[in-house]
């Protein structure tokens, strides 16, 4: 296993992500869905369809190795985002945005409340949550950031066609901790096909036991699974269109 982790790691994806590099914006092409096509088989043992796709999972790695239109990247930049958003629902809907800017140096630490997040806006999981200002190594901060920023995560993650991530210019975010009863708020996604939601999921405690729950567009249990655990709560409910739905279903 460790060997296979090596190659894996240190071979096949090297060749997948230069081989993208060579590509830049251009969709993939039949050399690219080859490379690809064996991270697939290893995660869902089989042979995908990237260019009729019909799973769900080939429906998702089709558009990030096909889809190149220009509001991917938009709605990938957490920074522009911001403004898209608040010309389709409003600015009462954004997280609160204390600073925003390229240089860790730069952040006004001292003019900041007691508990926000730190992140940047190019990528998955580059976050800090700062639950106790005065508890913060400013400096580990900073450099973790640094770090973060340099990076692509376009070309320099993974196979490297998360092409959405591959033009945000890299910027620094502090914004406003969200808080359920002091955990990280419940994470709703939905999952939109040919311009309708089509499936929901539900993200519970991110930062620390990560569990998912999902639904079908009826609010029917089941239909996608995540490499993550199920969510165990017995007592717990979700309010959509003003109504209550409980797991597990009485």
Request: hydrophobic share 35%; charged share 25%.
């Given at each position: 296993?460790?060997?296979?982790?090596?190659?894996?790691?240190?071979?096949?994806?090297?060749?997948?992500?230069?081989?993208?590099?060579?590509?830049?914006d251009?969709?993939?092409?039949?050399?690219?869905?080859?490379?690809?096509?064996?991270?697939?088989?290893?995660l869902?043992?089989?042979?995908?369809?990237?260019?009729?796709?019909?799973?769900?999972?080939?429906?998702?790695?089709?558009?990030?190795?096909?889809?190149?239109?220009?509001?991917?990247?938009?709605?990938?930049?957490?920074?522009?985002?911001?403004?898209?958003v608040?010309?389709?629902?409003?600015?009462?809907?954004?997280?609160?945005?204390?600073?925003s800017?390229?240089?860790?140096?730069?952040?006004?630490?001292?003019?900041?409340?007691?508990?926000?997040?730190?992140?940047?806006?190019?990528?998955c999981g580059?976050?800090?949550?700062?639950?106790?200002k005065?508890?913060?190594?400013?400096?580990?901060?900073?450099?973790?950031?640094?770090?973060?920023?340099?990076?692509?995560?376009?070309?320099?993650?993974?196979?490297?066609?998360a092409?959405?991530?591959?033009?945000?210019?890299?910027?620094?975010?502090?914004?406003?901790?969200?808080?359920?009863?002091?955990?990280?708020?419940?994470?709703?996604?939905?999952?939109?096909?040919?311009?309708?939601?089509?499936?929901?999921?539900?993200?519970?405690?991110?930062?620390?036991?990560?569990?998912?729950?999902?639904?079908?567009?009826?609010?029917?249990?089941?239909?996608?699974?995540?490499?993550?655990?199920?969510?165990?709560?017995?007592?717990?409910?979700?309010?959509?269109?003003?109504?209550?739905?409980?797991?597990?279903?009485?």
């Amino acid at each position: 296993m460790k060997l296979a982790n090596i190659i894996q790691k240190g071979l096949y994806w090297p060749l997948c992500r230069a081989y993208a590099r060579r590509l830049g914006d251009r969709p993939a092409d039949a050399n690219l869905r080859f490379l690809c096509g064996f991270q697939f088989w290893h995660l869902n043992h089989r042979w995908p369809n990237f260019v009729q796709p019909r799973s769900f999972s080939e429906q998702v790695w089709s558009l990030q190795l096909h889809g190149r239109d220009p509001r991917l990247t938009i709605i990938s930049d957490k920074l522009r985002v911001r403004d898209y958003v608040a010309s389709k629902a409003g600015n009462e809907y954004l997280v609160p945005l204390y600073w925003s800017g390229g240089d860790p140096d730069e952040i006004p630490f001292n003019e900041l409340p007691q508990r926000f997040m730190l992140k940047t806006n190019h990528g998955c999981g580059f976050l800090l949550a700062v639950n106790e200002k005065a508890s913060l190594d400013r400096e580990s901060a900073k450099s973790q950031l640094r770090e973060w920023l340099g990076v692509n995560y376009c070309r320099d993650v993974f196979l490297g066609i998360a092409w959405a991530y591959r033009n945000i210019p890299p910027k620094i975010l502090v914004e406003a901790l969200l808080e359920e009863n002091g955990k990280p708020p419940t994470d709703y996604k939905f999952w939109c096909f040919g311009g309708r939601v089509e499936c929901i999921s539900l993200h519970f405690d991110r930062f620390t036991n990560h569990s998912t729950l999902s639904f079908d567009r009826d609010f029917e249990p089941g239909g996608m699974h995540f490499d993550l655990p199920t969510y165990q709560g017995t007592s717990s409910a979700l309010r959509i269109t003003g109504q209550w739905y409980f797991w597990p279903k009485h």
